[in-house]
């Protein structure tokens, strides 16, 4: 089965950036979606199709993929970010996936 | 702006079975799809399946295959997850989401329902 891999947690100081990284074989190939997901809450949708956002997602939050990383990216990073963040695929068969989750803790 | 609410918590005993509803409000099921994810305590998500609610076609994650169901009632624009023969481990809160995309992405998600499993 495929396997998606991320760092357990990320730390990063307010205003730097925070990059989470997701990986998996050649991931590039596919469509890589990210949700956030904030104490007792429910996922959020953060970034879909590697590196399109929804609506009400700020600008801070990019993503990219290739080869057998993807990446998403938050700028200038508030406290408010802090929150788990798990990556998701198609893995061409029948099953979507998960990432392992990363928790980004915000100094 | 569709909105899914789900069911509210329950607790359960081993070896019995447990039906988790989501109801979609402010739309219709259209032609989307249906997931559903779970997430035990202190653990990531894990995907278990999907329903198409208009044609009623699900797919079940291979580790749930057999004991789990996937339905839904276009009329009252509700999807149920019933779970069988449970144990301990299918401790865990249950989220609903919509599907969007080939291939899907999940949003919105519901609220989440916990269900514990105890005797």
């Known amino acids: 089965s495929y396997v998606l891999t991320q760092p357990p947690s990320v730390s990063v100081a307010p205003g730097k950036t925070a990059r989470i990284t997701c990986g998996g074989d050649?991931?590039?190939?596919?469509?890589v979606h990210w949700y956030q997901q904030k104490p007792g809450q429910a996922p959020v949708l953060v970034m879909y199709?590697?590196?399109d956002r929804p609506s009400g997602i700020p600008e801070r939050f990019s993503g990219s993929n290739s080869g057998n990383t993807a990446t998403l990216t938050i700028s200038r990073v508030e406290a408010g970010d802090e929150a788990d963040y798990y990556c998701?695929?198609?893995?061409?068969?029948?099953?979507?996936?998960f990432g392992t989750g990363t928790k980004v803790t915000v100094l | 702006q569709v909105q899914l609410v789900q069911s509210g918590a329950e607790v359960k005993k081993p070896g019995s079975s447990v039906k988790v509803s989501c109801k979609a409000s402010?739309?219709?099921?259209?032609?989307?799809?249906i997931i559903w994810v779970r997430q035990a305590p202190g653990q990531g998500l894990e995907w278990m399946g999907r329903?198409?609610?208009?044609?009623?076609?699900?797919n079940y994650a291979q580790k749930f295959q057999g004991r789990v169901t996937f339905t839904a009632d276009i009329s009252t624009i509700t999807a149920y997850m019933e779970l069988s023969s449970l144990r301990s481990e299918d401790t865990a809160v249950y989220y609903c989401?919509?599907?969007?995309?080939?291939?899907?992405?999940?949003?919105?998600w519901g609220q989440g329902t916990l269900v514990t499993v105890s005797s």
């Open positions: 989401a919509r599907g969007l995309g080939d291939p899907n992405r999940f949003d919105p």
């Open positions: 402010g739309g219709s099921f259209s032609s989307y799809t």
């Open positions: 329903i198409i609610p208009i044609v009623g076609l699900t």
């Open positions: 050649i991931i590039g190939s596919k469509s």
């Open positions: 199709n590697d590196r």
């Open positions: 998701q695929v198609w893995d061409g068969h029948s099953d979507h996936v």
